[in-house]
Every structure is written in C-alpha cells, then in structure tokens.
C-alpha cells in the first residue's frame, strides 16, 4: 500500500476505538457532528498529496520506491526542513490556521525517537533504533496518521513523577511481559488522538534513577485494549457558518487518553526506563514540534492580519495614522514568525550519529516564543481596531429573519462603497477568530500548547552560546584572561588562547 486517499484515511477509523464526548461514547468519530469536523481537518493531510499543486513537496519516494508522505521522511539537510515546514504551512493555510495534525506532531516524535534510540543503543546495547525504523516504514509503507502522545496529567507540579501521591500521574509501567511490558497512565490534551491510527508515546521530562518506571517510549494503535480517550468541552460550541466561518469549517480537538494497563509489544518499545535519556526525548522533541507549531500559526497569523485590515477598510478607517501603526505592526508581527521559523530551518543542526538533522534549537524556540508572547498584543489590536460590534453583532438567524435583516443591512454598514453583508461576514470572522470559543481556545493554546512560555526561556538559555556573547563583551571592557574567543575574518569564530596572541597591555 502507498498513499492513502481521504475517504480511506477516514475508513480507518471504524476500528472501534474507545472515545467519549459529552458523557455517551461515540461508536464512529467520523459521523459524529462535531468529532467530524476534527476529522475532515485531519483529512486535509491526505488531501494536500493528491491536491496537482502541492503534491510535489508533499510528496516524497518511501523506503519501497512507492510514494510516501513528506512527513515520514526523516529530514537530512535544511531542504527536507523548509518543505517540511512549507507543506505545513499549507496544511493550515487550507484549514484556516488549524493544522491539519494528522501527521504533524506524531511524526516530530518519530524524528526525535529516531535520534535518541541511536543514543541510547550506543550506551547501553539495546535495539531501538531499529525499531523506530520499522515503525517509521509501517508509518510510510501504510499512509497512517500519528498523534504525538506526551504530556502527563503531572498532578503537584513541584513533584517529580515517583514522588507524586498518585503513581499514575505520570504514565508508567507497570508490569513486564515476555513479549512486552504493560503500561497504565494518561496523557493530556492529546490533539487528533479521537482520530488518528497510531498514539506515539514520549516522556514528558527529565527523570532520575527514581523515575526510571516512567522513563518509557512507544507506539500503539489507538484502539489498543484499555485505551479509552474523553474528548475535551472546547470542541463542543454549537457552530453555523455565518456566524463562525472558521470553527464550523475546520478544527482540532483533543482528549485526556488514559491508559489501563495497556500491553505495549517489544517491538514498539523505543525506550524502556533508560531514565537518563528521557530529558533529551522531551528537548529535542520540542526543538522539532516548536517549529512545526510556528509553521502552523503564521497562516493564522495572515488571518488576523487580513481580518484587521479588511475591518479598518470596511469602517473607512484604513487611512488613520493609528490604525496604519497597528497594521504595520500586526504585519511585523506575522512575518517575525515566519522568518524565525524559516530560519531555524535553515540553519539544522546535525546529528552526526545518525546524519538526521534538527532545526536549530534557539531560532526555533524564539519563533513558538515572539509567537505565544504577543499573541495577546495581536488579539488586542484586531479587537481595537474592529470595533465593540464584535461583542454585540445580531445572529445569523436574525440576518436570515426578512423582518430583521433590512434593518441590519441599514445599521450595520460601515463605509459606503462596501456592501453590508460584507461587512457583517468579516465582523463575524472577528468574532470567531478574537472573540468566541474558539478565540478563547486560541488564546490559552498559543500560550500552552507546545510547552509553556518558561519552557521555551529555558530552552533558549540551554541552547545559548553565552561564552561567544561574553568574549563580545570581554573584548570590548578590554578583559584578557584567555577564556574568550573571537570573530575573525566574516564571522569565524576561534579561540582566543590558540591562535590570537594576547595585545599587551
Ligand atoms: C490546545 C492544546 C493542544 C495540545 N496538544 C498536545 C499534544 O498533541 N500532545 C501533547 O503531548 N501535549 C499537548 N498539549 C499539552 C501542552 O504541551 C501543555 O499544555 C504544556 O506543556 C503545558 O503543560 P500544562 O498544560 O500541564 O501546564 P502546566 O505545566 O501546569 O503549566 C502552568 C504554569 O505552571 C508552570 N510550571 C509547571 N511546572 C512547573 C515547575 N515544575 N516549576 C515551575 N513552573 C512550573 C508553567 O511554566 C506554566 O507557567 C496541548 C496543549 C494545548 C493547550
């Protein structure tokens, strides 16, 4: 089998997974009226690789010679990253700013579990690293999609995972078998897992030799025995399409998955309490989803951007200095995401083990960063420059109503060449976007969503060359104590002590 089509992908999920939402379990994710939109959304990934234009990066030769998805290619060179991130970009772009998320996130946890098994084979004489490629030619060879299945309920923050009062606040093992280990746990927020085929498994922290239970990393079916997924309220808002023009189109819901003693085989198994390596499966797995995540928002981004202005052209506004500021800065804005996305990709990091590479850590987290820190600086200044009838705009019904609606089309128009209903139609893409469910979902998950705002400081101070930028300031306070290198030539960097003499003083 090679690629999947969508009537296909969405076929296979008949396959009488455990899914609850709204207190009754659902029996077909794919009919349901609110699941289904999640799945339509994922079903944009298969949609993308037949669509004539964007099939040619969407599209790559697997293992077999067969066309294979984009997003199962382990990437080699800053080429693989930038398509990568453009085929994301698309994803989204379809979807309105949602990603489609049926292979995104699930295959940065196939990157990262590639990397790290080598390592962990290298220490210790396991077989893992071949395994993650067994599983990356199941992934390939059959079209799945993949959710990536990392962050635990955590319960006291400030506990590490055996410390917590109830052990299965992290997930963790808790029984060997001869043919596999069986695992009990739950993992939270879980994007597309109502819909996707395999759940990728991944620690979520550092751990110590205490913790080594729940230093574990696999891949199972989603509708292994004892897996059971309760899907999130967010998903939940009545939708019409006047009124939301982006929610009731596309999606992406999540669900807490909880593990019962869920038997995982060998041969799925990537990592099996090898606690040292747990904090570098959650690091460079945020090295890579941080900028598939930022990949994702810019569409979004250009929504905003495109909404705002529509509303200061709409309101005859667009010739205000102050709302020319707030344009020009909501551009900005949008394009520092992208060119901190794009250059992250374009500067990989090697690893030699391997010859994967990975996007550079810093420029990748500072793009999820200047992202989710001004998210709500975007938010305000789309809302500023809309006006209160975001809040207080009529319903679709009354724009329906023949009694109502000439007086809406009276009252509610702005500037006199723009027709009322085009003026209603971005009013309620505002809404939607700013000032809705989804626009609360939206905020809360550009701050949360791929780790939280310390998450990514922290990152950007572990990845950080601060002897280059204490040398800068050495040089410059005259300080010669041999510890600092230099720039030579266009941008060389050496060492001090080896090859530049000390000036004397
Ligand atoms: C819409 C959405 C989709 C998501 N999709 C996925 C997904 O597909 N797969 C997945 O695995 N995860 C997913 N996540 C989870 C996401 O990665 C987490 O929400 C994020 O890592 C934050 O964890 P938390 O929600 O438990 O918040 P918390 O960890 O409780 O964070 C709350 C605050 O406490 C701080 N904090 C937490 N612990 C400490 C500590 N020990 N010391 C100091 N400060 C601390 C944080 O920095 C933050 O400021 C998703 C989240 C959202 C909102």
Redesign the pocket.
Known sequence: MALRTPEEFRDSLRDDRTVYFQGERVRDVTVHPVLRIGVESAAVDYQIAEDPDNRHFAVVPGPDGQPSSRFFLAPRNSDDLLKRHLLIEAGSRICFGFPP?AKE?GSDALNTAALVSKKVDQQFGTGYHGRVEEFRRYLQQNDLSV????????GD??LRPSQQADKDLYLRMVAERRDGVVVRGA???????PYTNELFV?P?RQMTETDRDYAVAFAIPANSPGVKMIV?A?AATPVRLMDHPVSSSYH?I?SLVVFEDVFVPHERLFLKREWQYAGLAAHLFATYHRVTAAAYKYPFAELLVGAAKLMAEYNGLDRMSHIRDKLSWLVTYAETIRALTRAACMNPVEDRDTGMVYPDPILGNAAKFYFADNYHHCVKLVQDIAGGIVATVPSEEDYLNPETRPLLDKYLRGAADVPAEHRLRVIKLVKDLVASDMGG?WE??S?????????QRLAVYGSADFPRYESAAKRAARIHDGTAGVYSGLGCWRDEESRNPKPKT
């Open positions: 998320f996130g959710a990536i299945t990392m962050t635990d309920p955590k923050r400030s993992k939270a927020h879980i994007t597309s897992s991944l979520c999130s967010t992406i999540e979902y809360v998950t701050i949360h969503a791929e780790g939280s705002l310390a998450a």
